[in-house]
């Protein structure tokens, strides 16, 4: 057994390590559950972000539906680009995140105004990135089309399904599936949510929407995340596909001694020195949760930090982890750098390989200016260091040629990812109408020569 004062060493020292304002830490070993919090309750909500995915994929297995039938024969709208993809995905498929998708998280960030029924149908308006079956990639729109198509088998909203079939096992104290259904629950503490992007300290609180349903819209506090996980413990997941290390959320597992790493019901099951553990991470808002348990061992563990705070929940669980195993030696100082510093190098890698087509002969040649749209408002161009940057609802991104119509919109420091777009000296559409697929017009007002 972890006593108590142990945990809450690793969690000081952890807080103290990162700089983070609030950190909780819930820990549960042969049944009984230690709940630690600096700056926080063990009930103070953090937005999950990706750790939605696992509630409704338990739900769905839970629940007896039909895994291996496509989802077009009972929801239509369901679409990919590949239309031979697109006939045959099921969700199985959405499970292992397996239809070549990647995130592209850009075309559903910047739109909040769309609801999880319009993500469900943006998919089919996205590149995949590999063949169908051929890799798994985390994709959070293809969980807000399993979100509708579950509803389209059940009839039940997707959170009351989830809900009766997952949520009530734990039971849950302070898990909430929405923003909407957050602010009506009077009194419940909720973290300060901040991030750090080019250079400021801005507030995310008001970031989160519910687009994404079971995709990551959903809240919830670490002593509930704790029994989460340790129920899923003893259930087992269904099934899990192998991934490459840099496919574990942009993070080199390497870095904690990892060997190998599979992917399935949105856990990751990961070799830690030795140790096979079960594990998922979300991030939003700003903050970042890290949640899971160890196979071989009684041992199951939630993180949630409420400042840019991946590598540190990251370090506490993995932290956490070694010393159930028995592994007292540990550096925890050493863990934490490391983390750090793998995670750190691991979006300069990401950022570089988005960047690479960045250079001076083949970046457009514009001036700075404006261009308007009626029903989104202005886009304004501005050149910074001989680099073109677009402001998009007041989000920085930097363009770049890929051909003569299509750039990327990249905001790697934030988000990642791309948005279907195209651009010339006097007009830009980008795709910002999931359901009629139109790209969506801005017209030059003003030019600076």
Same mark, same amino acid.
């Given at each position: 057994m972890i006593g108590t004062e142990k945990i809450k060493s690793i969690a000081e020292k952890a807080a103290e390590h990162f700089g983070v304002p609030s950190l909780s830490v819930s820990v549960i070993q042969n049944g009984e559950q230690t709940d630690v919090g600096i700056g926080c309750g063990k009930t103070t909500v953090f937005p999950i972000g990706e750790l939605s995915k696992t509630f409704i994929s338990y739900a769905v297995r839970a629940a007896g539906i039909d895994l291996d039938s496509p989802v077009s024969d009972r929801s239509p709208w369901f679409?990919?680009?590949? #239309?031979?993809?697109? &006939? +045959?995905?099921?969700?199985?498929?959405?499970? !292992?995140? /397996?239809?070549?998708?990647q995130e592209h998280k850009l075309s559903w960030f910047i739109q909040p105004q769309l609801s999880y029924a319009d993500a469900a149908e943006l998919v089919r308006y996205l590149d995949p990135a590999s063949g169908f079956r051929e890799r798994s990639f985390r994709q959070d729109m293809l969980f807000a089309s399993l979100s509708r198509a579950a509803e389209d088998i059940t009839g039940k909203r997707w959170n009351e399904f989830v809900r009766s079939e997952a949520l009530d096992q734990i039971?849950?104290?302070?898990?909430?599936?929405?923003?909407?259904?957050?602010?009506?629950?009077?009194?419940?503490?909720?973290?300060?949510?901040?991030?750090?992007?080019?250079?400021?300290?801005?507030?995310?609180?008001?970031?989160?929407?519910?687009? #994404?349903?079971?995709? &990551? +819209?959903?809240?919830?506090?670490?002593?509930? !995340?704790? /029994?989460?996980?340790e129920y899923n413990r003893t259930a087992g997941l269904l099934q899990t596909v192998p991934i490459r290390d840099e496919d574990f959320f942009d993070f080199p597992l390497s870095a904690v001694g990892t060997g190998s790493a599979e992917a399935g019901d949105g856990w990751y099951r990961l070799d830690l020195r030795g140790s096979r553990i079960v594990c998922g991470?979300?991030?939003?808002?700003?903050?970042?949760?890290?949640?899971?348990?160890?196979?071989?061992?009684p041992f199951a563990f939630a993180a949630a930090v409420?400042?840019?705070?991946?590598?540190?929940?990251?370090?506490?669980?993995?932290?956490?982890?070694?010393?159930?195993?028995?592994?007292?030696?540990?550096?925890?100082?050493?863990t934490f750098r490391d983390v750090r510093e793998a995670v750190n190098d691991a979006k300069r890698k990401n950022n570089s390989m988005m960047l690479r087509a960045c250079t001076d002969d083949l970046f457009y040649r514009w001036s700075a200016g404006a261009f308007f749209n009626r029903g989104?408002?202005?886009?304004?161009?501005?050149?910074?260091?001989?680099?073109?940057?677009?402001?998009?609802?007041?989000?920085?991104?930097?363009?770049?040629?890929?051909?003569?119509?299509?750039?990327?919109?990249?905001?790697?420091?934030?988000?990642?990812?791309?948005?279907?777009?195209?651009?010339?000296?006097?007009?830009i559409g980008i795709l910002l109408e999931p359901r009629s697929g139109k790209m969506t017009e801005f017209e030059r007002i003003e030019r600076v020569d």
């Open positions: 679409g990919l680009k590949d #239309l031979e993809a697109s &006939g +045959s995905a099921t969700i199985r498929d959405i499970l !292992l995140q /397996r239809t070549g998708l039971p849950a104290e302070a898990t909430f599936f929405t923003q909407s259904e957050l602010s009506e629950a009077s009194g419940q503490d909720v973290a300060g949510l901040w991030y750090s992007a080019y250079g400021r300290l801005i507030n995310g609180t008001g970031w989160m929407t519910d687009l #994404l349903a079971g995709g &990551g +819209s959903m809240f919830s506090c670490t002593s509930d !995340l704790a /029994r989460w996980a991470i979300g991030e939003s808002g700003g903050s970042a949760v890290f949640a899971g348990w160890m196979e071989d061992l409420s400042l840019d705070g991946s590598p540190c929940a990251q370090s506490v669980g993995f932290s956490l982890c070694d010393l159930a195993a028995g592994r007292e030696e540990a550096d925890w100082n050493c989104y408002g202005e886009l304004r161009f501005k050149e910074v260091y001989g680099r073109l940057f677009l402001e998009l609802f007041g989000v920085p991104m930097r363009i770049y040629h890929t051909s003569d119509e299509i750039c990327i919109l990249d905001a790697t420091e934030v988000l990642g990812r791309t948005i279907p777009c195209r651009v010339d000296a006097e007009e």
